[in-house]
């Protein structure tokens, strides 16, 4: 049975940092992870994804430079790293499983086959 648990979502004030984890469960290293992100009345948001066989990262360009994804294959746990937080980060984070050939994408979501329950990051104004 497969599975996708997020974690570390909070309050965080402007400038801060947090550290998110998705834990994937029964997935093979074939499938790729990737964060996306909604706010309120606004469209899903591809953040970052990796290629878990081989560690290979996007990134959207909003949080690039800010935000590093990694994975920790022992653990089956996929973490984002979110530095320089502000408030237009706000929203809830979901992490994705998918399998592709050649690299993850981050502009479709609709490509992802499992979705996890999402947790909620706030960095107030």
């Known amino acids: ?5 997020e974690s ?3 309050l965080v004030q402007p400038g801060g940092s947090l550290r998110l ?3 994937a469960s029964g997935f093979t290293l074939y499938y790729a992870i990737g964060w996306f992100r909604q706010a309120p009345g606004k ?5 970052s994804c990796i290629m878990r066989r081989d560690g290979t990262t996007y990134y ?3 949080v690039k430079g800010r935000f590093t994804i990694s994975t920790d294959n022992s653990k089956n746990t996929v973490y984002l790293q979110m530095d320089s937080l502000k408030p237009e980060d706000t929203a809830v984070y979901y992490c994705a499983a998918g399998r592709f050939v050649s690299g993850c994408v981050l502009e479709t979501s609709s490509v992802y086959d499992y979705w996890g329950q999402g947790t909620q990051v706030t960095v107030p104004a």
């Open 21 to 23: 984890s998705c834990a």
């Open 60 to 62: 959207g360009d909003s």
């Open 43 to 47: 469209e899903r948001e591809g953040v």
């Open 1 to 5: 049975q497969v599975q996708l648990v």
């Open 8 to 10: 570390g979502g909070d």
